[in-house]
T-cell receptor, first 117, second 112 residues
Framework: EPEVTQTPSHQVTQMGQEVILRCVPI?????FYWYRQILGQKVEFLVS????????KSEIFDDQFSVERPDGSNFTLKIRSTKLEDSAMYFC???????????????FGDGTRLSIL | SQKIEQNSEALNIQEGKTATLTCNYT??????LQWYRQDPGRGPVFLLL?????KEKRKERLKVTFDTTLKQSLFHITASQPADSATYLC???????????FGGGTRLMVKP
């Protein structure tokens, strides 16, 4: 069964440094997402991406964050200047484009654990 | 503001029994409600979804109900097995929005 893959599985970065998290969504999917989960807390929506542009973003997704689909397969999340509070598990998800969004499952990767020192 | 509540306490049940998990929400009118399973260190895995105009949905040993008057969904696992032990997340989606809003999850432990 096709799956969403994320790399790296664990990223350790010094505060203030830039970090790029990478995802390969399922190949025929059209909508792409990033969520984060701080340890012991809820999964929180960050951003959705469709047709090469951001379709929706949360308050968490400020100017320090950006997303890109640089080629036909990868989907990346960049944090420009990391803060301690960015430490979390970051999940990428994708879904196909048929029908209403809530009527489709989202397929999640296993996440990248980001640790900011 | 929108609020989604799931039993924050872990649910411990004996193998073979039915597990019932609750998802309550306020200040929200979701068009769909989805349930996911999350194992430690892994991403959420989709299980079932139900529309606002559906009362009940079933898939194998799983059953979901959706009561928009009570603003509640119940998730049942019948004939539970130790392999069902995991955290179960409910997630709400509107017609207009593209995102899922997750509850905090309920940890289920099925003992042999």
């Amino acid at each position: 069964e096709p799956e969403v893959t994320q790399t790296p599985s664990h990223q350790v970065t010094q505060m203030g440094q830039e970090v790029i998290l990478r995802c390969v969504p399922i190949s025929n999917h059209l909508y792409f997402y990033w969520y984060r989960q701080i340890l012991g807390q809820k999964v929180e929506f960050l951003v959705s991406f469709y047709n090469n542009e951001i379709s929706e973003k949360s308050e968490i997704f400020d100017d320090q964050f950006s997303v890109e689909r640089p080629d036909g397969s990868n989907f990346t999340l960049k944090i420009r200047s990391t803060k301690l509070e960015d430490s979390a598990m970051y999940f990428c998800a994708s879904r196909d484009g048929q029908g209403e969004s809530g009527n489709q499952p989202q397929h999640f990767g296993d996440g990248t654990r980001l640790s900011i020192l | 503001s929108q609020k989604i509540e799931q039993n924050s306490e872990a649910l411990n049940i004996q193998e073979g029994k039915t597990a019932t998990l609750t998802c309550n929400y306020t200040n929200y009118s979701p068009a769909y409600l989805q349930w996911y399973r999350q194992d430690p260190g892994r991403g959420p895995v989709f299980l079932l979804l139900i529309r606002e105009n559906e009362k009940e949905k079933r898939k194998e040993r799983l059953k979901v109900t959706f009561d928009t008057t009570l603003k509640q969904s119940l998730f049942h696992i019948t004939a539970s097995q130790p392999a069902d032990s995991a955290t179960y997340l409910c997630a709400l989606a509107s017609n207009a929005g593209n995102m899922l809003t997750f509850g905090g999850g309920t940890r289920l432990m099925v003992k042999p």
